[in-house]
RNA sequence: CGGGGUGUAGCGCAGCUGGUAGCGCGCUUGGUUCGGGACCAAGAGGCCCGGAGUUCAAAUCUCCGCACUCCGACCA
């Protein structure tokens, strides 16, 4: 009976993927469509996610000097057009205010896709010395980018996000700051949320419009198809070019400075939903939960079970660690059911007996796992189990990851490896564009990125046949 | 942007050989329950996605839009 309601409410993950998926960001009060097409809104428990990994990211890029700022959401169509690269990237999606009231614009305006322009015409006004560097700003805010097809947190019109944006006196700096950045994604995807990554460069075809290099952390989903989970990139000099920003070198000559951005998304949330999940819906890593502990009073109408309920409460919450009691005259089952859709990492029951016993009962969201927590030493266990449940997401999910590489020396070998397993395929790749796309046409499969962690698993590209220069990772991508 | 599917109460759906709406869950109130989605009773809630058309009469038939969804192409 209790069964055949829970499949009523969310699509097995088996049966439908992409439904399952869709499923759990409405029935977990993620996010609810807005009145404009593509336009998503963030619900207080979505929103209460992005809030926790927000204030996570943002220490982190304190910690290394970053400062945040906010620039305004309209860029001038000819300031936008400044940089040819990027205009011809971003062209396709721009959406144009046109109107001022009632009076048409002298010159349209671009809701942000993104906001090198506004930093680099910013740039350009305040720089003057090298004194002044390097600058790192980031902001927190949201950009719109007129997508085809949307899907909630994947891809939609509107998305939020931080976008960081430096500058540099040395190319080196840069390019160090580049890849900070991107080890600061890394740690951020696998120590807080729980997602191993594979940290690489993207091909000149994948990388950001106007860019010298994109470096990006993929992840897998349980679908075994490739997430981008954040991407740092280097600019050299190209924009401060395109925007005149300049300063006074130590030389006492005029220079171009060196530029970076990186930028991580609401996409996030998305990649945890297909990370972690399963049929019972929501599994939230204790790091980003906005309820790590859910109290649900057992039997609450016998005496003394109420009162016993919130004071372990206020013991939990004494710890630091963010917890709710749920006193509401739903069923146990219920309560069960819906604190394992929302994905809260830790569930305490608590009812006569377990008072009787001076304990209560602990469950993990993650594998069910049941644990009899005695209340006097709820200041160690239950900080523990939260523990747990984080490492316990990691490691499948890390098992997960390890187990869908498959090398292949061939395409038709990488396209079989991928049709019958899906996850990443590493081939060898001589690095020319024509090879993408015949892994594209053929095989379904773009590349995700060249690995750092470089392999020799044969000499010759698995395309075309002649000299390999690389390794490289292919997958189906979201 | 191409190809399918779907729009009727908050959710899931029925009604579709025309006669202006119904079921289950949820919600509200009262009571009984309570160790995995409880039960009884009484309620509240809908210009049937929008716009044209056909008709005495449209949720139902015909066009045209829009939205959501799935699969591709494109992108975070």
Known sequence: MAKEKKVEQITDMEEDFAQWYTDICRKAELVEYAS???????????????ENMQQIMDAEFKKTGHVNVAMPVLIPESLLKKEGELVNGFAPEVAWVTMGGSEELE?????????????????????????????????????????????????????????????????????????????????????????????????????FAGAEATYTVECLMKDHKALQGATSHYFGDKFSRAYDVTFTGRDNKLQYPFQTSWGSTTRMIGAVIMAHGDNNGLVLPPKIAPIQVIIVPVAAHKPGVTEKAEELLKKVSSLGIRAKADFSDNSLGWKCAQYEMKGVPLRLELGPRDIENNSCVAVRRDNGEKTVVPLDELDTCIPAL???????????????????????????????????HGGFIKTMWCGDEQCELAMKEKAGMSSRCIPFAQEHLGDVCACCGKPAKTMIYWGVAY
């Open 386 to 420: 939260l523990d747990k449940v984080q490492q316990g997401l990691y490691d499948s999910a890390r098992m997960n990851l390890e187990q869908h590489i498959f090398p292949a020396q061939t395409i038709e070998e990488a396209k079989q490896l991928q049709e019958e």
């Open 107 to 207: 010159e349209r305006l671009a809701f942000r896709p993104t906001s090198e322009t506004m930093f680099c015409d910013h740039w350009s006004q305040v720089l003057h010395s090298y004194r002044e560097l390097p600058m790192l700003y980031n902001q927190w805010c949201s950009v719109i980018r007129w997508e085809k097809t949307t899907r909630p947190f994947l891809r939609s019109r509107e998305f939020w996000w931080q976008e960081g944006h430096t500058i540099h006196e040395t190319a080196e700096e840069a390019e160090a700051e580049t890849e900070q950045q991107l080890n600061c994604y890394a740690d951020f995807f696998e120590n807080v949320l729980a997602i191993p990554v594979v940290r690489g460069r993207k091909t000149d075809k994948e990388k």
């Open 36 to 50: 404009v097409k593509g336009f998503t809104i963030l619900r207080p428990y979505g929103y209460a996610i992005w």
